[in-house]
């Protein structure tokens, strides 16, 4: 599979990957997510090249991850604020920042912590059942076909071919 070709798949995982599945793409929503909105802020934070940078603002928008907002008209001066389908990756980016936490992370400890500010407590993130709130485990879940399957060599086969 090629890298263009992802967007095409019938996976949800290589649908996204079209989008996010970038280093630079991750680091920016990264920044979005801790307050991030100008260009020149977030190539200061992340030493990006101004081409690289343009580049993945410019997907993320196209693909309605963030929006692109005038703050200023002379010079013409923009900000990118996350959409609604921005803030749906809060917990794809709390997961991947807990991983590193737990596997990445130095004898130092946690670079940063995450606080609930309902209930004030440090938090991991826990993925949990829709419908009855149990934390999901990998040996929790049973993957079957969805109405949008097609039959690709990246889904599992049917239990009814074997």
């Known amino acids: 599979m090629k890298w263009d070709e992802l967007a095409e798949q019938s996976c949800s995982m290589a649908r996204t990957l079209s989008v996010i599945g970038d280093r630079w793409t991750l680091m920016v ?13 977030f190539q200061r934070r992340l030493g990006v090249t101004r081409g690289i940078l343009s580049d ?10 963030l929006d692109k907002v005038a703050y200023q008209d002379r010079p ?3 900000e990118y604020r996350l959409t609604r389908r921005g ?4 917990p794809v980016i709390l997961s991947i920042v807990h991983w590193g936490d737990v596997h990445m992370a130095g ?6 912590l995450h606080r609930h500010k ?5 938090f991991d993130p826990v993925l949990s059942c829709s419908e009855c ?24 086969p049917d239990e009814a071919e074997g």
């Open 29 to 41: 929503l990264r920044d979005c997510f801790l307050g991030v909105r100008r260009f020149d802020d």
């Open 76 to 78: 013409p001066r923009h």
């Open 56 to 65: 993945r603002l410019r997907q993320l928008t196209e693909a309605g991850v």
């Open 107 to 112: 004898e130092a400890g946690r670079p940063i």
């Open 87 to 90: 803030l749906d990756l809060h």
């Open 133 to 156: 709130g149990e934390p999901v485990r990998p040996h929790d879940v049973e993957v079957i076909r969805g109405p949008g399957h097609a039959a690709d060599r990246h889904m599992p």
């Open 118 to 122: 309902t209930c004030g407590a440090l």
